[in-house]
């Protein structure tokens, strides 16, 4: 193996290792639909109640009627510092931002780098491509 294919196989490793997250914002209208959401313990989410306060927290326990958690680093406009335990009641919820690990966007951006990598290693390293008929 040439010294210069190292680098770019190490890059496509590291690619397809590193986790993926996804995003869902909604603004839920009832209870039922923040159940649907499907947060479980450990989801960092952020809220905004309806009277417009602000939070991030990392979700501790998941109950009947209301979210139990902690406060994470605040974003813009968020006055609790972070380490402050919360509860937010379901009808409170005006706007909600669900953040989670997604093994799907691992697999779909590794495919993408490892093509890319690939691509480029051949290019300029000068190995030759041979398609099959």
Do not use: H, Q, W
């Not at 010294?3 to 603004?27: D, E, M």
């Not at 994470?72 to 968020?78: G, I, L, Q, R």
């Amino acid at each position: 193996m040439r010294l210069g294919l190292v680098t770019p196989i190490l890059l496509a490793i590291l690619a397809c290792a590193t986790p993926g997250c996804t995003t869902v914002a909604t603004a839920p209208d009832d209870a039922r639909e923040t159940r649907e959401l499907k947060i479980r313990a450990g989801d960092e989410i952020r809220i905004v109640t309806t009277n417009r306060d602000r939070l991030s927290l990392k979700v501790e326990r998941v109950l009947d009627d209301r979210f139990v958690g902690v406060t994470v680093e605040p974003a813009a406009k968020e006055k609790r510092a972070a380490g402050t335990p919360v509860e937010v009641p379901y009808p409170e919820i005006a706007m909600i931002e669900v953040t989670r690990f997604d093994p799907g966007a691992v697999a779909g951006v590794g495919s993408a780098v490892v093509f890319t990598v690939a691509l480029g290693v051949f290019v300029l390293t000068g190995v030759p491509v041979v398609i099959p008929p």
